[in-house]
């Protein structure tokens, strides 16, 4: 769970205390509420609800309570009893206050504005949002990311301001990195690295281990005008291992072979057969690439790392 008590520095004298609360300092996040609870009755607890998003610190500035914080498999007990004492709730935690002493004034600190939209009120509900949200989720989401898809493999990170569309299919270890958009009908496979700026639109088909670098562009019609949508968009294919050099452009309905390099800037428009290099404007053939990326020689041999792909290559 990471929830957590935090304990404050207290400055003193004999004139009384001090203590100071300082936002992303002593308080995980940005303050943007406070709000306390004061004459309550003693035999009613409060709560009885968790937040989507909303992270707190809960401290007693007088009197004390006790708190049960639930992340959906444990319940923890947890007291507030001195001022220079908080109680960091984070986000899709169910929480109880109880056992008020007839002092007691609660304060909470809180990380966003109030909206009903956030609060999860019924513990059933809450353990739905967890199955279908946290529990079953077993890859990174930034928190200023958007994604709405469930089909995404372990281990991968989706970094800041991406959105990913319900329909599309991300494999697992990928690195989805800021400012990158994925369209509905978008397959990605595993191990694929997607550098940031970067906008992949209905129809693209992606393979393994494949690299896109910063701001590639892809298109998925030949033919487009404003509001005007063809029946069906013409797709992209990148077969595995193949990479792709920053700010190129690849054009609606080409296909990109495995193992294939295009080079920074390239403007390609046809297809690319596995193994080969292409880049300039409009990208032409240049050579034949390595599995490590390196330019092989006329041979066919990698003087790089020593691999001789003469009999692969056709």
Not at 67 to 89: A, H, M, Q, T, W
Not at 162 to 175: D, K, L, R, S
């Amino acid at each position: 769970m990471q929830e957590r008590y935090i304990e404050f520095s207290e400055i003193g004298d004999a004139r009384g205390s001090l203590v100071s609360l300082e936002e992303m300092k002593n308080i995980p996040f940005r303050i943007k509420r406070v709000y306390y609870i004061y004459d309550t009755d003693t035999q009613l607890p409060r709560g009885f609800h968790a937040h989507k998003d909303l992270q707190q610190v809960l401290i007693c500035v007088s009197g004390s309570c006790k708190v049960i914080l639930d992340n959906g498999n444990i319940r923890s007990e947890y007291v507030l009893d001195k001022p220079n004492k908080g109680l960091f709730v984070d986000k899709t935690i169910w929480r109880e206050m109880y056992d008020f002493s007839k002092d007691c004034v609660l304060m909470v600190l809180a990380s966003e504005l109030y909206s009903e939209d956030d609060y999860l009120r019924n513990y059933e509900e809450f353990k739905t949002y967890l199955k279908d949200n946290i529990i079953e989720k077993n890859y990174f989401k930034h928190e200023k990311s958007i994604v709405e898809t469930r089909n995404i493999g372990s281990n991968t990170k989706i970094w800041a301001y991406t959105h990913v569309f319900p329909g599309a299919e991300i494999g697992e270890n990928c690195n989805i990195n800021d400012h990158t958009l994925i369209e509905n009908d978008v397959v990605i496979g595993n191990n694929v690295t997607i550098k940031s700026g970067v906008h992949i639109w209905d129809g693209a088909r992606i393979g393994n281990n494949v690299f896109i670098g910063p701001s590639v562009v892809f298109t998925n019609d030949l033919n487009p005008r404003s509001k005007v949508y063809p029946s069906k968009f013409a797709q992209i294919v990148i077969e595995d291992f193949a990479s792709i050099g920053a700010n190129s452009t690849i054009v609606a309905g080409n296909k990109i072979g495995k193992h294939a390099m295009i080079g920074a800037g390239a403007v390609l428009t046809k297809d690319v057969p596995p193994y080969t290099l292409w880049y300039g404007n409009p990208a032409t053939f240049k050579g034949f690439v390595c599995t490590c990326g390196k330019k092989l020689n006329e041979r066919k041999f990698c003087e790089s790392c020593g691999k001789d792909l003469s009999t692969v290559i056709d």
